[in-house]
């Protein structure tokens, strides 16, 4: 399954340590230039050089989005990463893109994209045994990569998540 990412999604599982979740889930993950610049630009050391890492490893692979209207029109609506990402994976027939920002999702949505974000990763994760509790990775979303998650999408997600 190949999925194209924006930055939250990568970044928000690297400060976790959860980032191998994401290759055990697609085949091949995608990210537009703005994503990788963005990347690499991040703070926390030991995020960056698992990251480094994936992209070394090719399981993360840099990709460039064909100049379109629908680029144009994502460009002047939302950040670049954000923007590039929704271009490239509408490009490259993605199954599936990450994205968490609520705006990001909305356009990505009415380009007729399948959407999830870092809860639906590790919602995933749950299901297929990769981790044992959707719970302590919110806690540690929420505490060590500073991610907002709105009390009642928590609810939800703990409940699909049978927690």
Same mark, same amino acid.
């Given at each position: 399954?190949? !999925?194209? &990412?924006?930055? &939250?999604?990568?970044? #928000? *599982?690297?400060?976790?340590?959860?980032?191998?979740?994401?290759?055990?889930?697609?085949?091949?993950?995608? /990210?537009?230039?703005?994503? *990788? =610049? +963005?990347?690499?630009?991040?703070?926390? &050391?030991?995020?960056?050089?698992?990251?480094? +890492?994936?992209? $070394?490893?090719?399981?993360?692979?840099?990709?460039?989005?064909?100049? #379109? =209207?629908?680029?144009?029109?994502?460009? #002047?609506?939302?950040?670049?990463?954000?923007?590039?990402?929704?271009?490239?994976? !509408?490009?490259?027939?993605?199954?599936? /893109?990450?994205?968490?920002?609520?705006?990001?999702?909305?356009?990505?949505?009415?380009?007729?994209?399948?959407?999830?974000?870092?809860?639906?990763?590790?919602? $995933?994760?749950?299901?297929?045994?990769?981790?044992?509790?959707?719970?302590? +990775?919110?806690?540690? *979303?929420?505490?060590?990569? $500073?991610?907002?998650?709105? &009390? #009642?999408? +928590?609810?939800?997600?703990?409940?699909?998540?049978?927690?």
């Amino acid at each position: 399954m190949r !999925a194209v &990412s924006n930055t &939250s999604p990568i970044s #928000s *599982l690297a400060i976790i340590g959860k980032l191998p979740l994401l290759r055990s889930q697609f085949s091949e993950i995608w /990210i537009p230039a703005a994503v *990788l =610049h +963005e990347l690499n630009d991040h703070p926390d &050391s030991v995020a960056l050089a698992a990251i480094h +890492e994936a992209v $070394r490893d090719k399981w993360i692979q840099p990709a460039v989005p064909k100049p #379109s =209207h629908l680029l144009g029109v994502l460009l #002047s609506n939302l950040h670049r990463g954000e923007a590039e990402a929704i271009a490239l994976a !509408a490009d490259s027939n993605a199954d599936i /893109i990450l994205i968490d920002e609520h705006e990001g999702r909305r356009f990505a949505n009415q380009a007729g994209l399948t959407v999830t974000g870092v809860l639906g990763v590790l919602l $995933r994760a749950k299901k297929s045994g990769l981790i044992s509790a959707v719970k302590p +990775e919110v806690h540690a *979303l929420r505490t060590k990569a $500073r991610f907002f998650i709105a &009390s #009642s999408l +928590e609810a939800r997600v703990l409940s699909a998540a049978g927690e």
